[in-house]
């Protein structure tokens, strides 16, 4: 349908669409229907440091408590209205807690984790398991899990949570509900390693006499040493000659549920990325929305018509089919090997479910 002059009879159409709310394809099929995806996010980058002084000052200023939950300052997507949503589907937030402070248990439908970016001392109490949170931890919390955050150490702690909140708003799906004002005592501990680990966290095996029928992986911490050694074989097995990286000089690993294989929550993807010393990645598109954390060392990145500098603690977005290249900077990095490491997370489980591919479908490399 080409578009016509809007004659007084078309008005006249127009107007009675309108009052009976109805809307015809042919005025907003170009935005409805487009050739590919036009995401409204846009690339984005915060400094870690920004970050991490509002979220000090809100320390000092702002209680935790029942009501506000938790002291979580969200990332809002330029792009998205002022909404704090990263993108269209994944929360991203940095939460602050002072020593001494507990955040009150609460459970909801939204799918959670905490990345640790540096410091420790906060235990995260997932159905009564006190897990320690420390640097480089990876920690997945399915909804509907009571959980609660008490801070045991004489410093601060910051770190980041990732949620599928704005996926949940965007299609009316979330339950929430307070949890007991107070833990006991009991669960004001802190173990060094939680009940999770103990049953589920030896690879490979799984214990016999538990019915694991959980949403989301049972094992609540996959810790920094484990993932770092995983990219590290990676890497030693390419100069070996061996296949492994996803591309040269480019080591990679996702978390994953141990019952299952698949991803470690079922809405949202985690994975680590190294790049070696002074290596770059191909530039690469996909459909899902992503955000990215530099764990260490710095780079160069572009996404989209943006190129940033980022070094440890950044944060970045990379909307759904926007391209998206590291480098890894050589020299002037902070961590031993130079080499850049990222984490990453996704909704491209939610994709993958559905059965959208990650690219145009008759161009899918697995078609
Ligand atoms: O720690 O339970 O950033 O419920 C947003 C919602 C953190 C949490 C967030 C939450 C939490
Ligand atoms: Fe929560």
Known sequence: MTKSALTPELDELYRGFRQQWLSPLWTAVDDLMPVQPTPTAIPHRWHWQDLLELAERAGELVPVGRGGERRAIALAN????GRPFATPTLWAAIQYLMPGEDAPEHRHTQHAFRF?????????????????????????????????????AATPMAWVDGLDIPFQYAVDAQFFQFGRDSVSDAERTTPERSR??????HPGLRPVAVDQRTTGSPLLAYRWADTDHALRDQLELASEGFPGVLEPGHAAVRFTNPTTGGDVLPTIRAEVHRLQRGQDTAPREEVGS??????????????????WSVVRGDLFVVPSWTSYRFRSEAGSTDSDSGSLDLFRFSDAPIFEALHLGT???DLEVNA
Request: hydrophobic share 35%; aromatic share 10%; proline share 6%.
């Open 78 to 81: 330029p792009g998205l209205g």
């Open 196 to 201: 999770s680990e103990r049953l589920w966290g």
């Open 290 to 307: 992503s955000v990215f954390q530099v764990f260490d060392g710095s780079g160069v990145v572009t996404v989209g018509d943006q190129t």
């Open 116 to 152: 640790v970016l540096e410091g420790e001392g906060v235990w995260t109490v997932v159905g009564q398991d006190p897990v320690a949170m420390r640097r480089g931890d990876f920690l997945p919390q399915a909804g509907w899990n009571w959980h609660a955050h008490h801070n045991q």
């Open 359 to 361: 690219g145009r479908p």
